[in-house]
């Protein structure tokens, strides 16, 4: 799958392919980070877009199942892995985070430690 360019904000999502243990440890913490007073508003706006990006995620694989499939059915990756697709700065957001669980930032980084 591809990046996405959102043309009215003239961002570029890319997309993480996360699996539902990735995604659902994802929304734990991103939930314990907008629990803290001391997050920053700017942050917890990001945090709370990626949030929704998660649910997207979910229902663009209802309503279009063969998109992701394909990625799939190539890769040889789980079923229930799907594209969380996320602007640089919500990743670097999310990324900042020390509530985030080791093997999601891995997901997100593709190994790479940031």
């Known amino acids: ?3 996405v360019f ?3 904000t003239r ?3 890319v997309p993480h392919w996360l699996s539902a243990a990735d995604r659902d440890a994802l929304a734990v913490a991103l939930d314990a980070a907008l ?3 001391d997050l920053p508003a700017s942050t917890a706006d990001r ?3 990626v949030l929704t990006e998660l649910h997207v995620a979910r229902a663009r694989d209802v309503v279009w199942p063969s ?3 394909r990625v799939r059915l ?3 990756w789980d079923p229930d892995t799907l594209p969380v697709r996320l602007s640089a700065m919500e990743l670097a957001c999310t990324l900042s985070l020390p509530e985030l669980p080791a093997p999601v930032r ?3 980084t593709g190994g790479r430690s940031v």
Do not use: C, P
């Open 1 to 3: 799958m591809s990046m």
């Open 6 to 8: 959102e043309q009215e």
């Open 11 to 13: 961002v570029v999502l």
């Open 35 to 37: 629990d803290r007073a």
């Open 47 to 49: 945090l709370i877009d």
């Open 67 to 69: 998109s992701a499939a």
């Open 74 to 76: 190539v890769t040889g």
């Open 106 to 108: 891995a997901a997100l």
